[in-house]
């Protein structure tokens, strides 16, 4: 599978998990996790590819995505 499709996918994952994942605490720890497994997916399996899909390159999207929910983890939170 060519790099652009992976971006696409990996792009409309994150779009999705942003609008539809409201819960704080769901946000909170999904983000730790998939930085957590992001880093360690992007030494340990940096030239891998299972099922067509880039490991290495995934790992990386692994890490914004994780970042992305763990900075706007409290983006649905009632303010005042």
Request: proline share 1%.
């Amino acid at each position: 599978m060519s790099d652009i499709t992976q971006l696409v996918i990996a792009l409309v994952l994150f779009f999705l998990l942003d609008r539809f994942l409201k819960s704080y605490p769901l946000r909170k720890w999904l983000g730790m996790l998939l930085v957590a497994i992001g880093a360690v997916g992007c030494v340990a399996a940096s030239q891998i590819r299972l099922f067509g899909f880039d490991l290495g390159l995934l790992s990386i999207f692994a890490v914004a995505l994780g970042v992305g929910l763990f900075l706007k983890r409290r983006r649905f939170e009632q303010m005042g």
